[in-house]
């Protein structure tokens, strides 16, 4: 049988079923879609590839995925660094975006947010930013898969004025996106002290009709909830509680502020955490008790928050931030193993985003949103289990390849959507805009 593309691995890492490595598998893929997943002497037999891989030192990976990023705040990566969260906000980041923000602001941010993903493994990213619309467009362009935020704010921006142009553009652009394919959408109220209650129950009715997710940073940090309390009565998670949003199409980004009675009630919710380890310990927001969620039955993804306070768009980097800080925080040095790290940034993220039918694991039917890592490499030798290595030892310079729908991104390390030179050239430009 002909088909698109037969990779042959040393190791494939599917992900589901958990904890199975295979040792010289191969994954047959057509029409974008993995078809088989079979041991390499018979894939020989059965198939014939259009376009062969002979992989023979690398593990082959369900691509990663990224559940919360500001794309286009990679072009403000070193601004002010060192700065309490409000501070860095308030006095630095959001006086910048008032001065620069525009569509071309947002394009070429992305697509050199899109350009890292792709180069460090990701295949999927869950983005909040403006000009959705222009996200969506960079993704498509560029072949990655993307969930497009649509941002609500109760301030005006230069993409809109209020929460109710903020709604009505948002409900626009899903209908646009609704036959994409790769780009699906989520509402992306930004933060509990940035919408207010109508707006928020607004968000709540249009996700119930749409089935779309609520993605929303919520109890970063103690100064969040401090100030909530003092203004409401309500810690965030309670108002939220109460507006209907805390449910299973919920996406809560950070919950470093969790108290035992808050993770009993998000568990028993069904609602999705996004934990950004190295984000919130630059900016000492504070520790999620990944371990105590994980436990209580709640599915935590992974997220690198935006390159502003990261200041990488690194998903290897953040799944042994995740495992060790959850070791640290839970005195317990068997906490969030490694295939743990993995599934977060893997099958956990799908689930999240309700992309989990399609991405997040290397199973037949499946999207074939894959990644090839050479494990041949001083830095991860000897090898005794791949997976540890991947997470512990492997650096994002070792993906090689990267397929999303089966159309080739990242081939021996050379992107294939985005030209380098031309994005370096832009970069400079803003770089020298912003830093006068």
Known sequence: MIVDTLIHARWIIPVEPESVTYEHHSLAIDSGKIIDLLPTVVAKQKYQGTITENLENHALLPGLINCHTHAAMTLMRGIADDLPLMDWLQNHIWPLEQKWMSEAFVKDGTDLAIAEMILGGTTCFNDMYFFPEIIAAQALQHGIRAKVGLIVIDFPSAWAQDAEEYIEKGLALHDQLRLSGLCTTAFAPHAPYTVSDEPLQKIRTLA????????????ETHHEVEQSQAQSGQRPLQRL?????????????????????EISLFAESGAHIVHCPESNLKLASGFCPVARCLSAGINVALGTDGAASNNDLDMFGEMRTAALLGKAIAADASAVPAMTALRMATINGAKALGLDACCGSLSPGKSADVIAIDLNTLETQPLYCPVSQIVYAASRQQVTDVWVAGKRLLTKRQLMTLNVGDLKAKIAEWQQRLSS
């Open 241 to 261: 509680h109460e507006l209907g949003l805390v449910n299973p199409s919920l996406i809560a980004v950070h919950m470093t502020q969790l108290t035992g009675e």
């Open 208 to 219: 119930d009709e749409l089935e779309l997710p609520v993605h929303i940073h919520l109890h």
